[in-house]
């Protein structure tokens, strides 16, 4: 049984991020989504909230499981015997980082491959800090975010600019 794993921050998650899984999940027998919780990083949404949102979300793949991880990836690929890591690009600056970031993981844990996997074209401009601008002032994310993720933010947001004013 062939495990992938597909991380990330996931803040909010995308439909960039949904796409990768849908593909990955036909290609793997199982995908762990790896919430990776960074604490230098501020995050719109918590680990919980996140967590929370990507059970619903992938809830119709019966063979992704969602998880919260906040050290090495590679460690969690160790402990969970899962030797692919599965990465989504959109560019060459994105290709360029993750093949660092791949090379990196392989010094920290040689049993790991990264597969880098072209997020489909209608989402190469699906950024989850450009989601979160706009939603912060009341733009339109709706083909970028599902409608579930789409109401948390606008909630997030709402309580935001009504503690600000």
């Known amino acids: 049984m062939t495990t992938a794993v597909f991380p990330g921050s996931f803040d909010p998650p995308t439909y960039g991020h949904l796409n990768i899984i849908e593909r990955a999940s036909r290609l793997f027998d199982k995908i762990d989504v790896l919430i990776s919780v960074n604490p230098d990083k501020k995050c719109l949404f918590s680990d919980k909230e996140r967590y929370d949102l990507l059970i619903k979300l992938t809830e119709n793949y019966k063979n992704v499981t969602v998880h919260i991880w906040n050290t090495l990836v590679a460690d969690y690929c160790r402990k969970s015997g899962a030797n692919v890591l599965i990465r989504g690009v959109r ?41 979160k601008e706009v939603a912060r002032f009341g733009g339109d994310i709706s083909t970028m975010v599902p409608k579930l993720v789409e109401i948390e933010m606008k909630k997030k947001f709402f309580v935001q600019n009504s503690v600000s004013k």
């Open 91 to 131: 560019n060459a600056m994105d290709f360029s980082h993750e093949f660092d970031l791949s090379l990196m993981n392989k010094h920290l844990n040689s049993d790991v491959e990264t597969l880098l996997i072209p997020t489909a074209q209608k989402y190469f401009l699906v950024r989850s800090s450009s989601i």
